[in-house]
């Protein structure tokens, strides 16, 4: 599938994604994180990142709170979701469906 910069995209596994300069990631697999009720969570991707013959994997989390809602200077906060940079790209987590997919955008910067 190819894909754009700026623009919210969708990971699903095994299906690599394409972006105009050859940019390339791969969604391969999901842990999460146990916790006891009340304690942090992170449930993690695992993301394979190719530009020509470079190559690494990148891990993208989401964090939470089991069994309670969590304050952030006044306000209620949910999830935080990572965010990567990557050899002059950034990568930002924007959503996470785990064991099926991930929605994220990248940036050059």
Known sequence: MSASYEQRIE?????PVIFEDSLTLTLTSF????????????ATAYVTIVKGELSDEILLSVHGTEG?????NGLVVFDEYDTVE???YKIDL?????DEALSIVISKK
């Open 31 to 42: 842990s999460h994180k146990h916790a006891i009720t009340g304690g942090p969570t992170k």
């Open 86 to 88: 990557w050899r002059g």
């Open 68 to 72: 309670k809602v969590r304050t952030k």
């Open 11 to 15: 990971l699903k596994m095994n299906k």
């Open 94 to 98: 924007q959503d996470f469906s785990y």
